[in-house]
């Protein structure tokens, strides 16, 4: 059993992966400004983050947080104090004795003028959120081993799951078909490798127990799917076909065609596979938000 330190556990990804460790058995500790939290404190505060990371004692660091804003998590410029965090977080958790860490990277990190991104793919990131990411994932990977840390660098793909914000694609897809308004969309002709939060979830677990596994990592499907078969498959399963109106809207300029992640490292190396389809995953989603809270 491992005494693992989780940040960001209120989040999509987070509220999946909370009770997936503590079904594997492993003790959980979050860290965090949610009052919640087991230990609350703000991540952007380096004095107490140490002081968390004195207390919390762990082995192992599952690092999910960071500025999430949905209408600005691209452009902010908090991204920079998420940098500074991460780095800082890092290296105070090893200091305190910490063994192994998974920290969430980002597929934004990469140059989507290449269709199929592997982890060798060169990193050119368009917004500063991918810049941030990328800086921030070299930095760790290069300097783990002067830390005494086992770390790897997860970079989720399009992930999707229940009680999405405003803002994201499921969010205002759901949100809108059950308000019986139409759903404006582009073409949905681009393909991009969508998982379901709990099988993220499961292949984040897995990269925690493995501390061989280092470096970056993508952590996807391996399946890239036109965006408009998941929009149709919430809709229909919805009853709402009818309120979908794709090509109402242009895809802009630069929105690539193909973004597929090539999952040879995970498959391989961590053993993961996903147990979701879209079709499963859309039902798990929807049957979600029917279930009480």
């Known amino acids: 059993m491992a005494r693992v330190l989780l940040t960001g556990a209120t989040g999509l ?22 009052p919640t939290s087991d230990i609350p404190c703000d991540l952007l505060d380096p004095i107490t983050v140490t002081a968390a990371l004195e207390s919390a004692r762990a ?11 949905a209408r600005d998590r691209w452009t902010s410029p908090v991204n920079l104090d998420w940098m500074a965090a991460t780095l800082h977080l890092v290296r105070e958790f090893a200091r ?58 997860a970079r989720i793909f399009f992930v999707y799951g229940p009680d999405e914000p405003p803002g994201r694609l499921f969010g205002d897809l759901i949100s809108n078909l059950e308000a019986g308004r139409p759903v404006d969309c582009t073409d949905g002709l681009q393909r991009r490798d969508f998982l379901h939060v709990d099988d993220l979830a499961r292949a984040l677990l897995r990269l925690l127990l493995e501390m061989d ?6 952590v996807a499907s391996g399946t890239a799917i036109p965006v408009r078969e998941l929009i149709e498959e919430v809709a229909n399963q919805m ?20 973004l597929a992640a090539d999952v040879t490292r995970l498959r391989d190396e961590a053993g993961f596979l996903p147990q979701h ?17």
């Open 239 to 258: 009853h709402h076909p009818d309120l979908i109106r794709l090509g109402a809207i242009a895809r802009a300029p630069d929105d690539p065609d193909r």
């Open 213 to 218: 596994i280092t470096g970056a990592i993508n």
């Open 96 to 153: 305190t004795g910490g063994q192994r860490a998974v920290c969430a990277g980002s597929c934004a990190e990469y140059d989507w003028s290449e269709p199929e991104l592997a982890e060798t793919s060169p990193l050119r990131p368009r917004t500063l959120y991918g810049a941030a990411k990328a800086g921030t994932g070299l930095a760790l990977c290069a300097g783990q081993d002067a830390l005494g840390l086992s770390l790897a660098w």
């Open 13 to 34: 990804i987070g509220r999946a992966t909370a009770p997936a460790l503590a079904e594997a058995g492993h003790e959980v500790i979050t860290l965090g400004r949610n």
């Open 277 to 293: 389809d879209i079709v499963s995953g859309v039902t798990r989603v929807l049957k979600a938000r029917k279930e009480p809270a």
């Open 59 to 69: 082995s192992h660091l599952l690092h999910l947080a960071w500025h999430d804003g």
